[in-house]
């Protein structure tokens, strides 16, 4: 796990009350939050913070795993 | 407002506004926690000229094509002037489509040149773009990082000076594509003249002062953003306000910081607003409740007859707050808007202009002139559009037809299109609907075949059947609008349905069906099917092969009743 995915799926957890133990980069997030995608531009916005970048909500079409999303936030970091 | 009646093509329109207005604030982009950019509009009109420089010494030359693919920004607006001042035809593209649908589209209209946002292009060059060998590429915000093989950075400053180029009222001045990502693309081509006439007939109806603001949120690729979010405030010296993101979170605060005055939404995201409205209000305590509920009354008895929008936003200054305290107008359009949420936005004093209006005929041939208001209808037609209700029944429902300054002048490189489009001069818009007594225009039903989401997208059933060729199982398919099949009178919850030919005296299989949601779910939400019927009888052909969907839907209709539809699990 890199270090972006590993500080990204402690920020999920929290934001969504889940247990970080059991979430893994290759995991949809949106099963294993069990979240829409209003609520993962929610978790974008936090994400946005922390890495302090700015990503375009169109960027987030087609991602769905925790590793995809860390890879967008390298991109841009 | 300038004159726009003496001036030739939008080139020169945008010059003389970029002159006129030149020390007004002309963009404004406002990321999430910083302004990213302020011009006026003679920095708009120097930075717009060093594009028309570039594109120049990039060959672009009267005539050519130069596409666009960006999100809302600055530099959309800014790209669009200055390839207009080369005398080229634009080409908006939709920054949402998929990389390859977003090729499709190129390898069509063949663009010259193509300004591109760099996460876009990121995605875009990973295809073969070997058809595009005459294309020369202008990234936007490409990092250092990045060499950019066989592309040229947007902010690169350009070897030579800009000449500017203008075009005549008949030339074309955009080609924008209505449908066609998987089918036959649908190219409008939208003259100098369309646009012109449409801008002046709008900043007459709707004028925007030069302290006003647009807030642009639809996608100005758009033909309502397009008009609303660049030409007309351009051309009245008002300014346009961007944001990156449209997150729900960021939008009232932007609104407020910036005192927006207009914006255009989707009927989608005006309903999204109102049931945030209405939740704010169900919290409140009930005598607080019922003050705000008497006010509302007020307001709407005191606009009966127009809006006041100083006076509602005294009498109901707390819900103005809650976009920013100077919103005036809501444009909505792009497709069907429910009068539930439209009367209740003019009821609070924020009235909504309920337009009706194809790409194939710029952004409106009707609109609401909100004296008074009216959410059942789409208004008039707009001044010099005539339209035309076509083998009317006996209710007076017939097919809408529009003739007037504003119809294209056909498809790109589609003849035979354009000529089941455009008759004797009338665009036939494949919708129903009958005038009312006061000569409003009420939609009820389509006639052609296709759907339009709520969210304003146009879905064409032949445009997605691509997505399920081989279906396991099945001799052969074609998706319908379901409402093509069984008219309808309504212009929402319109639904896409498959029929389905298994081979003969055979039974459909769940192999099929399971092979249908598999690729139906790969579809973007807003293209998928919802149902599906089992049709025994070989599909009817032409010559070509191509299947005679006007004679398969009068044959499934003739046997068959909407009951008969099977929903389709997603």
Known sequence: MTATEKRLIELAAERFSADANLLTPGQDFFEALGIKSIQALDLLTDLEDEFDIEIPDYEMQGVNTFAALAALIDKRA | ?570
Not at chain 2, 266 to 275: A, F, G
Not at chain 2, 378 to 389: A, L, R
Not at chain 2, 490 to 515: F, H, K, N, W, Y
């Open chain 2, 1 to 570: 407002m300038l004159t726009l009646d003496r001036l030739q093509c939008l080139g020169e329109a945008l010059r003389d506004a970029m002159v006129t207005y030149k020390s007004n604030i002309a963009l404004i982009e406002a990321d999430r926690k910083r302004e990213s950019a302020r011009l006026t509009y003679r920095e708009v009109r120097a930075e717009a000229l060093r594009i028309t420089a570039l594109l120049q010494q990039y060959q672009v030359r009267p005539g050519d094509r130069c596409a666009i693919l960006m999100s809302n920004q600055s530099k959309w607006l800014i790209s669009a002037a200055g390839a207009l001042w080369t005398g080229a035809t634009l080409v908006p593209l939709d920054y949402k489509l998929t990389a390859p649908e977003q090729l499709a589209l190129m390898l069509h209209c063949q663009p010259r040149a193509l300004i591109i946002e760099y996460p876009v292009w990121r995605k875009l060059r990973e295809l073969d773009l070997s058809g595009l060998a005459q294309t020369n590429i202008l990234v936007t915000e490409a990092p250092d990082s990045d060499t950019l093989p066989a592309a040229v950075r947007w902010e690169t400053s350009p070897g030579q000076a800009p000449e500017e180029v203008d075009g005549q009222r008949d030339d074309v001045a955009c080609v924008v594509y209505s449908s066609g990502t998987g089918g036959t693309p649908k190219g409008c081509q939208l003259t100098h003249q369309n646009y012109l006439a449409q801008a002046q007939v709008l900043g007459r109806m709707y004028p925007m002062a030069e302290s006003d603001r647009y807030f642009s949120i639809l996608p100005t690729n758009h033909a309502i953003d397009f008009m609303c979010g660049f030409l007309v405030p351009f051309l009245m010296g008002a300014a346009v306000v961007h944001q990156r993101t449209l997150r729900p979170q960021f939008l009232g605060p932007t609104m407020k910081k910036y005192e927006v005055s207009h914006m255009a939404l989707v009927p989608m995201l005006l309903k999204t607003l109102e049931s945030r409205i209405r939740d704010a209000l169900d919290e409140l305590p009930s005598a607080q409740r019922q003050v705000i509920d008497t006010l509302i009354k007020v307001n709407d008895y005191a606009t009966r007859r127009e809006p006041n929008h100083a006076l509602s936003s005294r009498i109901l200054k707390p819900l103005h707050d809650r976009f920013g305290g100077r919103l005036k107008y809501i444009f909505c359009g792009g497709a069907f808007v429910d009068r539930g949420p439209a009367e209740f936005f003019y009821r609070i004093g924020i009235p909504v202009a309920i337009g009706y209006g194809l790409t194939e005929a710029g952004t409106v041939l009707t609109v609401n002139d909100l004296k008074p208001f009216r959410g059942d209808t789409v208004g008039k037609p707009v001044q010099g559009t005539q339209i035309e209700i076509r083998h009317p029944n006996e209710e007076g429902v017939g097919e809408v037809w529009a003739k007037g300054p504003t119809v294209m002048k056909g498809y790109l490189d589609e003849p035979e299109l354009t000529n089941d489009a455009i008759i004797d001069g009338w665009l036939r818009t494949g919708d129903l609907g009958q005038f009312d007594p006061s000569g409003h225009l009420k939609l009820r039903g389509r006639a052609k075949n296709m759907i339009v989401t709520e969210g304003g997208k146009n879905i064409y059933p032949e445009d997605i059947e691509a997505a399920f060729d081989g279906l396991a199982g099945c001799e052969e398919f074609a998706v319908f609008a379901a409402n093509y099949i069984w008219p309808a009178a309504t212009m929402t919850g319109e639904q896409l349905t498959a029929v389905l030919r298994p081979a003969a005296g055979e039974a459909i299989t769940s192999e099929c069906l399971d092979d249908l949601r598999i690729r139906n779910g790969r579809l973007a939400d807003f293209k998928r099917v919802t149902s599906y019927i089992v049709w025994s009888e070989e599909f009817p052909r032409t010559a070509s092969l191509k299947v005679k969907r006007n004679v398969l839907s009068r044959h499934i209709a003739e046997a068959m009743t909407r009951d008969s539809l099977k929903e389709l699990a997603q």
